[in-house]
Each structure stands twice: as C-alpha cells, then as structure tokens.
C-alpha cells in the first residue's frame, strides 16, 4: 500500500485511504458522473444502502449512459463492476450483446410504468418521455406538432441534440421515426431551416444555449420544467405536448455476470425499486420514479404535460439505429 | 568520443528511452485500435461517402480557420510591435499567452454570450445589417471560435518573432527612417517568413482536430469533423476498427502536413518564452507616425474586442453563482485541489520528458547526425496529431489486464495529459536549450566548469524562464482537460471540468457558473504564479557577466 501511495502522489492519498479501509465486501457500481454528485442521488443511496447491507457500495463515475457500455465493452469479463446504474432503454440490447450482463431474478411487481415491462434483465429505476422544452416569454404560443413546428415561420428556431452522440438526440430520432415511419426524412427536410444547431449533449445544448436565450425551444425531457419549478421557483420553462405523442425514455440497471457478489448485487437491484432510492429521483435525476411514491413525488410533477408515450423494442433499435442515423444524416445534409 | 564538456549533459541512451517511451506509447495505443482492423473495414471507409465528406470538410474549416487566424494576426502582431508602449499593453499580451489553454466549455460559454443570438453584439449586428445575428452558428461560428483561439497565438508568436530581431536593427530603421514597404522587406518578412510555416501548421493542427467547437457550433451533421466522427465510432458504436482507421487518416494528414512546412521553415521557436521586450528608446519609427496611429489603433482594439469580451463574459456569468459557491460549494476546493494536483503531475512529466528528448536531439545535432536530431524532437510532437481518445482508450486496452481501477486511473490520465502537453512544453524549452551560446560553451569548458556548477551558471539562468512558462502551459492544458479524465471516469471524486459538466448535467447554472469562473481563475493564477517564480532574480550578480541578464535587469 505504501509503495503505491509513493506513485500515486498526494491526490491519490485521500482515494487510498478509502481503499485501504475496506474490511467488509465492496459492491462496485458503474454509473454516470451527474448521479455520484454531490447533489445527485448517489451520496444518499450510499449511505441508505450500506446502512441496510453491511457492504461498502463504490461507485465509478462514467461519461453518460455511453459511457457506462464503453467501459464494459473494454474491461469485458476482468470488469470490476458488479452492477451498471444507468444505461437506457436504447442501450439495452448492444449491453445485453455483450454478454456482460446476466438476468436479475427480482420481483418487478412494484414497476410501474406507461409501458408493461417484462424484461428478465434490466431493472428499470427512472422514466421521462422527451419533449421540447419552451421559454414561455419568448414564445406565447408554441407549436404542439412537428407538423406545426414545420410550418411556422423560419425564424422560430429549436436547439436538438445529435442522435450520432447524445441519448435526447437518439431519442428525437426515434420520436420522429416512430411518430412518422417512412415520412420520417420528409419531416427531417422540413425542420431543417428551424433548427439553430446540433450539439453535442443535452448540457451543450440546455445550458450553453437555451439558458442563454439563443432559441425560444430546445430539446429534452417533459420532466425539466420540474426543476425550474421546485428548486428556483419558476414556471417560465414549460414542456409543449405534441400531438403525435411522445417517445419514452427509461433508465436501467443490471447486474454482470463477473460479479464476486451477485447476492449483494441483486440485493442492490432490488434497493433500487425500494422506496428510499426511488425517493431520491423526482429531483436528483428530473425523472419520473419507476415505482408510485405517492405522496412523495413532488407537487410540481402535476403541472407537468401527461401525453401519449411509445418506445421500440429494444432489439429494433439496435437493428435499425445506423440505418436510421444515415436516413437523418442524408435528410439534413440534403 | 565523447568530450568532457558533454559530461553532466542528460547521457544520450535517456533521450532514446524517452522517444521510445512516448512514440512507442502513441503507436502502441493506436496499433492496440488498429489490430482489430480487417482489410474489409478499410475498403468500406473508402468508400463511404459520407466519411470522405467528413473529411472535406475537416479540410475545408481547418484551412479557412489558419488562413483567417493567420492573415489577421499579422497585422496585429505589425501593430503590436509598434506600439512597445501603450496602457493595457502587457494585460493584452498576457491574454494572448492564455487564449491556448482556456477550456473549450468556458470559451463557448463566453462566444454565446457574446456573440449569440441574445449576445452582447446582436444589437450592433442588428443596427448593422437589419437581420438577426445569426453568424454564430454553422462555418462562420466554427471559424470564429477557432478564430478566437488562434489569432491570439498566432499574433503573440509573430510578435515575438519580431521582437527577436536585435535591437540594433530596429535602432537603424528608425534612424534611416525607413517606410514601410522597406521595413516590411528588410526586417519583418524575413523573421515572419521562418515561422510562418510552423505557426500555420500548428494553427491548421489545432482547428483541424477540434472537436466540441465543431459540434456546438457547427449548425447540424454537416459540419463533422474526422474527430466528431472518431469520437462517434469509439464511444457509441463501440467500433474500435472504425476509430483506429478515422485516427490514422487524421494523423496522415497532419504528419505530410508537418513534414511540408518543416522542410520550408526554419527551426525556431514556436512559444512565447523570451522575457524580452521591445527596448523602450525614445527613438521613434518613421512608420509609426500620422495615420497609421489610428490603424494601429484598430487592430489592437479589434484584437481586444475579439479576446476580451467572451472572458467578461465568463467573470460576470461567474460572479452570479458566487454566493451559490460559498454556501453549497463543498465539493469544489477538493475538485480544485485535485485538479491542482494532476495538473502538477502532468506538467513536471511533460517537463520531463520534454527537457530529456531535447537533450538528446541537441547531443545529436552536436554530433552531426541532424536527421537523428529531428527524429528525436518530432517524436514528442507525435502527440500533437493522436487524438487524446485515441491515446487514452489504447492505453486502456493495452494496460488493461493489470488496471485495477482507482487511482490507477487517476495516474493514466495524468500520463495521457502528460503526453498532450508535451509537444507545447517543448516547443517552449527547445529554444532555450538549442540557443545556448557556443562562447559560453565553450568559456566555461575552458575553466573547467563541469557537473553541478555548469548546470547552476550556465545552463539553469537560461532555462528558469522558459522551464515555468513551459510548466504553466503544461498544467493548464491538463486542468481544462476533460475528454481523458471523461474516458477513465472516477470514483465520485471529480476534478473541476468533470465537476462542471456534473453540475451542468444536474441543472446547477448558477454553479456551473461559479465553477467556470474558479476554473479561470486558477489557470490565470498559475500562471501568474510561475511567471513570479521564475522570474525572481537570482542571489548571484549576472549582470556584469551576462549581458543578456544585463538588459532585462537594468
């Protein structure tokens, strides 16, 4: 220990120190890096689950849901993760191609999703369907349909993100894709001169330009509006329900097939559907929990839109992803 | 054989180790990729339209943004150098020295405020042409961002190349009063023209591998860049052959491009590294008289309106979340602290690595063998042109076996940044060690001045300097670094970019806000602080001895 603690310099002391105090079992949990902050949900899921396993529970923060797959396609079966937190409903099937992940043997029972859930799997711990998200002082009246949005005039602009590199992105891809089947690049072509640009993640595409005012609408989740609600107290920002539905996004967890410790991980998983880890969500993650809280989920998800909700089978999406990628690339590029 | 001058020199077989080390890392990483390339793939990326598009435009921005970094920094640099006094002058070309290591997030930040649709400008854009200021987005956001970045580079090297010129001339120009064709002819085209063909490599290098500038500001898929594109192949299709491929186009590219301009450029120093300044006579230009006052005066002000504004921006955003920072900000003084601390780690090795290659390249010049010589420096510029994805995620599968996770992570992204500021910090070190006078060479073998006391007298006065600008350019690169650290992820411990994009992520503006700021502040403290330390003079008299020390210090 000391030897390394030579190499590892001073910034490494504080992590060797928490390494080198691991007397119980460690669970290791693959997640992205918004949900270890230290106003995510991570801190307090810590402290809540070692209270209940008697375990130390470490998380690796990744960059994004991507991330997570990454970095359990590259370590493949030396991983140290017992179980990904994290992944989303378009990952699923390329995860569950690697053949990393093995089945959760858990009781579903409390799921309680817009859409049956039957997966064998993937547990899933948090929902949201996609939406654009409006600056009610600068556009009174936004368009409720793609088909609106198409024949408003050109200088109403929309930020979205790139389905090549962002979940929101692929998810608009989808929408589309589902909403219009073999119109889908005739809608692309057509919402060409609206969109401002394509960046890169939801951050790029929330924070650096929407939040500075540089368009009046930007692509996210129908749940956002829930933070300017009840943590700055603003309803300027709304979610505009389109007419066509739609698309779900849903977050996942599951447990690998590597795991020195699959009881605590399943115990983990099941934790996840448990009360306290779900109460976290409403406004750690700006999601829907994936169990009904009742009384616990915040008052500003009432004012939230309640609008039709789809998805692909995972497997589709898998299949049809590229293909559907250079339909987008050819429709906007035209 | 070897002389006994050569006797406390860094002994040759280190400098091979460290070429080995670095070149073999950069290969090793990229074959690590590469191996799982079949003959199919390849085929299939020629024929992709959609890649050779890609790459078109990589080509197209990269030269649109060199050529307008560069033709405008020219007469800013002309400008600069003929103004040696003005008030604010030493502010602005301190921020110029930054302009290359502000992190890409805090600098798009600071151009949409600006720029944008709601920016600072839009009202003048509007009252100018009557339509919305739209200009920030697609090729002309993309070649104003990387405008941002690399004018100031580049006027900040011409200008130092100019200031090189001996005072003597400058004194001449003045006194023959010469105009400014003949100045230009005589004294700064033929300075300008040794560094014009690095400089633009570098500029091109830096534009042509540019990644989140392209994809915020880009407009849609038809701006992406091979870099975009690579990033896309690695991280969501998982395709590593894919990736591998995009990398080597990329790096076949910049290496013939690099090849070409050092065959036609002299070698000089590619960093602002010399204390020296325009000596501050009384005498004056003929050139610098009537109206071009007030061309010069545009210039600069131009410059200062394209450099200052964005950085205001950022200070005035930041300056909002202050009070959020204070009450909530926990996690921030340890995010700085380690940042702090693998920034340190990356510079000293980048410090390193970079003082034993150029070592070993000047023991080779010495000894005649210059094609050796070049070898031995080019191969730290080798970095230049691997996408740090690509060096991180090929290290990862080579090292991966015995990587526990942890702080082993932690140490390979400091490696990995290492590694990326390598190729600045010996652009900044080659000159100090490479100029190092053949008569005090040569004075001190005579007086038998060997070991520690060569070191102390003649070779540490020179190297001070640039050895703390070197080491600041080598940790504010790895401080604003994010696409590494990203890559390795980290067990709840962020640094200040990671914690920027968290906060980001979890609606926290006004703190994101604050963390930029802080982000700032620490890159403009180190340097300011390693400026102060190398700087401080020494306990010995140099002056009478040293006639170089002589005119800074008098």
Request: glycine content about 8%.
């Amino acid at each position: 220990m000391s030897q390394q603690a030579i190499v590892g310099g001073l910034a490494l002391m504080a992590l060797l120190g928490s390494a080198a105090a691991q007397a119980e079992d460690t669970l290791t949990v693959y997640t992205y890096d918004a949900f270890v902050s230290e106003w995510g949900a991570g801190p307090k899921v810590k402290e809540a689950f070692e209270a209940q396993c008697d375990c130390r529970l470490r998380f690796v923060a990744l960059d994004g849901a991507v991330g997570i797959l990454q970095r359990l396609r590259l370590e493949g079966e030396d991983s140290a993760a017992d179980v990904v937190l994290g992944l989303d409903m378009n990952l699923m099937a390329s995860a569950r191609e690697t053949g990393l992940l093995v089945p959760h043997g858990i009781d579903l029972a409390p799921v309680s999703l817009p859409v049956e859930w039957r997966d064998d799997t993937f547990v899933p711990f948090d929902w949201a369907p996609f939406a654009f998200v409006y600056d009610t002082q600068a556009l009174a009246d936004p368009p409720t349909s793609f088909e609106q949005l198409i024949a408003a005039p050109d200088d109403l602009k929309v930020i979205i993100e790139d389905p090549r590199t962002s979940t929101p992105g692929l998810g608009l891809l989808l929408w589309i894709k589902h909403a219009y089947g073999e119109r889908a690049d005739e809608i692309w072509e057509g919402l060409q001169p609206h969109i401002l640009t394509v960046t890169r993640g939801w951050s790029e595409a929330y924070f650096s330009l929407f939040m500075n005012g540089e368009a009046p609408m930007v692509l996210s989740y129908a749940t956002s509006p829930v933070y300017h609600m009840a943590v700055e107290n603003t309803d300027r920002y709304r979610a505009v329900a389109f007419d066509e539905g739609h698309y779900l996004q849903v977050e996942v967890a599951a447990m690998t097939r590597h795991s020195e410790h699959p009881g605590l991980a399943r115990e983990f998983l099941e934790f996840v559907l448990g009360e306290q880890f779900q109460r976290q969500l409403p406004l750690t993650n700006v999601m829907y929990p994936a169990v009904d809280i009742g009384d616990a989920l915040p008052a500003a998800f009432d004012e939230l839109i309640d609008p039709e909700v789809y998805s692909f089978p995972p497997q589709t999406v898998a299949r049809e992803r590229r293909a559907w990628i250079d339909e987008w690339l050819r429709a906007s590029t035209r | 054989m070897r002389s006994s001058a050569h006797k406390l020199d860094v002994p040759l077989w280190l400098g091979a180790l460290a070429w080995l080390a670095v070149v073999g890392m950069g290969l090793a990483s990229l074959a690590a990729l590469l191996s799982r390339v079949t003959l199919g793939d390849v085929a299939a990326l020629w024929r992709d339209p959609y890649l050779m598009g890609v790459v078109r435009f990589t080509l197209t921005q990269a030269m649109l943004s060199t050529l307008m970094s560069v033709a405008l920094a020219l007469p800013v640099a002309i400008a600069l150098a003929r103004r040696p006094r003005f008030p604010g002058r030493r502010l602005l070309v301190r921020t110029m020295e930054l302009s290359l290591v502000i992190p890409t997030l805090i600098a798009l930040f600071g151009l949409v405020a600006v720029h944008g649709r709601q920016g600072w400008a839009a009202p003048l854009w509007q009252a100018l042409t009557g339509g919305s200021a739209g200009y920030l987005y697609g090729l002309s956001g993309i070649v104003l961002a990387h405008v941002f970045y690399n004018l100031p580079l580049s006027a900040r090297l011409l200008l130092q190349a100019l200031e090189r010129q001996p005072e003597a001339n400058w004194r001449l120009a003045a006194q023959l009063g010469l105009t400014r064709r003949a100045i230009w002819r005589a004294l700064e085209w033929p300075v300008i023209r040794r560094v014009l063909p690095r400089l633009a490599a570098l500029v091109f290098t830096l534009c042509f591998t540019s990644f989140a500038i392209v994809m915020t500001l880009g407009g849609g898929p038809r701006a992406t860049t091979l870099e975009v594109a690579l990033y896309q192949a690695l991280k969501f299709e998982g395709d590593l052959a894919q990736a591998a491929l995009l990398a080597l186009v990329q790096l076949t590219i910049c290496l013939s491009l690099w090849a070409l301009a050092l065959r036609h450029g002299g070698a000089t120093q590619l960093i602002a590294a010399s204390a020296r300044r325009m000596p501050l006579g009384r005498w004056w230009r003929r050139d610098a008289l009537g109206i071009t006052r007030y061309l010069d005066a545009l210039w600069l002000a131009g410059l200062a309106l394209l450099l200052l504004p964005p950085l205001v921006a950022v200070v005035v955003a930041g300056l909002g979340g202050l009070p959020d920072l204070v009450s909530s900000g926990s996690s921030l003084w340890p995010a700085t602290a380690l940042s702090l601390s693998m920034a340190t780690g990356a510079g000293v090795g980048a410090l390193l690595v970079a003082l034993t290659l150029l070592a070993g390249s000047a023991q080779l010049h010495r000894r005649e063998r210059s094609g050796a010589a070049a070898l031995m420096e080019g191969g730290g510029q080798l970095i230049l042109v691997i996408p740090a994805l690509v060096l991180g995620t090929g290290l990862f599968l080579l090292l991966r076996p015995s990587l526990g996770g942890g702080w082993q992570g932690y140490a390979l992204v400091v490696l990995v940044n290492a590694c990326m500021a390598l190729p600045f910090a010996m652009q900044v070190l080659r000159g100090a060690l490479f100029d190092a006078p053949v008569a005090q060479r040569r004075l001190a073998d005579q007086l038998g001045i060997h070991g520690i006391a060569r070191w102390r007298w003649l070779v540490w006065p020179r190297l001070r300097r640039p050895l703390g600008l070197a080491l600041a350019y080598a940790m504010t690169l790895s401080l604003g670094d994010f696409s590494v650290i990203a890559l390795f992820g980290s067990p709840s411990r962020p640094t200040l970019p990671m914690l920027l994009y968290q906060q980001l992520g979890g609606y926290r503006w006004q703190g994101a806000a604050a963390t930029a700021l802080v982000l700032l502040v620490v890159v403009v403290a180190v340097f300011a602080l390693l400026e102060r330390l190398s700087r401080r003079l020494p306990r010995y008299r140099q002056s009478r001895y040293w006639p170089t020390g002589a005119r800074r210090h008098a």
